[in-house]
Structures are given as structure tokens and as C-alpha cells.
């Protein structure tokens, strides 16, 4: 077996998991984080407590925003939930991230919990639950290719991933052009 035929059959199987297991995997990390967290913690200095803290209201923020956009502009069927988009959201937010929920949210809910507790316990389970959480955002971009088809492949090249930062610096260099 060669390595391009390794990489495929290695990639295939990621893919075949079924598609609420590594999110379940780390939401049960995180909420150990959360839970050791008050029993096991540091005293960080103000300033890594202040930036952990910060990265919690942030990751509200990207948490709270999709369920709403979602609503107004992913031609949702009434009665069903936010998640059964039929239209391709790339505004707001989602001009963005691609995964503002269970990408970027959760990275910084994550994050945010290893610099306020301060302790090794919460860096193990919140890097375990970030890899994951992170790894899930591949499976969710092949569905929305199997669902929204090259439109969504195009949405890909322009919108990163969960990087907020380069979003917004896209968006901003994006206006600066249309003006």
C-alpha cells in the first residue's frame, strides 16, 4: 500500500465516524475542565485571568450569534431547529468563521478555562477537547459540501475556519476594497 493510498483510507475513516462523536467526546472533556477547574486551579497572574476571562464573553458572542442568523437567513422550516438550514449563511458571523459554534466558541471557551484555572489538569482536558472540537469543524465543512456543493467550496477559500482574527482582517481588507 502506498502512502497516497494509506492517507485516503486513513482520511475515509475519520470521515466514516459517526458524526456526533467527537463532539460528544469533547463535551464531556469540557465539562470536566469546568468541573476541576473550581476544585483544581492556580492563581494566575491578573492579566492571564483577565484574558481568560475575555476569551469566555468572546466565545458567548460566537456562540449566541449563529442560532440567530441561522433563523433569519438559513431558510430554516418553521418548527424546526436552527441547525436544519436549507440556505448557505456567509453573512454576519459567518462572513467570519465558518464554524462559529462548535469551532471558535469552543476553542475559547476552552482556552479561557486553562488560563483562569491555571492548572495542568485544565490544560490536558482543554487541549484534548480543542483538538477535537477542531477536528469535528473537517467532518462539519464535508457535509456542508455534500449539502451546499460548490457554492460552499468557494465560501471555504474566502472564510477561514475558526480563525476570528484573520476573519475580521479579510472582511475589513474586503470593505476597504469595495470603498
Known amino acids: 500500500m502506498n502512502n497516497r493510498t494509506e492517507i485516503k483510507s486513513s482520511s475515509n475513516r475519520f470521515y466514516d465516524l459517526h458524526p456526533l462523536l467527537l463532539s460528544s467526546i469533547a463535551t464531556g472533556l469540557t465539562v470536566a475542565q469546568i468541573i476541576l477547574a473550581f476544585f483544581l486551579h ?4 491578573a492579566g492571564i485571568k483577565l484574558a481568560g476571562w475575555i476569551c469566555i464573553w468572546i466565545s458567548g458572542i460566537f456562540g ?8 433569519l437567513k438559513g431558510g430554516v422550516p418553521k418548527g424546526k431547529s436552527y441547525m436544519k438550514t ?11 468563521v465558518r464554524h462559529p459554534q462548535g469551532g471558535t466558541a469552543w476553542l475559547l471557551i476552552n482556552f479561557g478555562i486553562i488560563l483562569i484555572a491555571w492548572h495542568w489538569s ?5 487541549a484534548a477537547s480543542m483538538t477535537l472540537a477542531y477536528a469535528d469543524t473537517f467532518k462539519a465543512d464535508q457535509a456542508c459540501i455534500e449539502k451546499f456543493g460548490d457554492d460552499y467550496k ?11 482574527i484573520l476573519g475580521m482582517i479579510r472582511l475589513f481588507l474586503h470593505l476597504e476594497r469595495k470603498e
Open 64 to 71: 449566541t450569534i449563529p442560532i440567530i442568523s441561522f433563523r
Open 42 to 45: 492556580g492563581n494566575p497572574p
Open 154 to 164: 468557494r465560501y471555504m477559500r474566502k472564510v477561514p475556519r475558526v480563525n476570528f
Open 122 to 126: 485544565s490544560l490536558i482536558l482543554g
Open 86 to 96: 436549507t440556505a448557505l449563511v456567509k453573512t454576519g458571523i459567518y462572513s467570519i
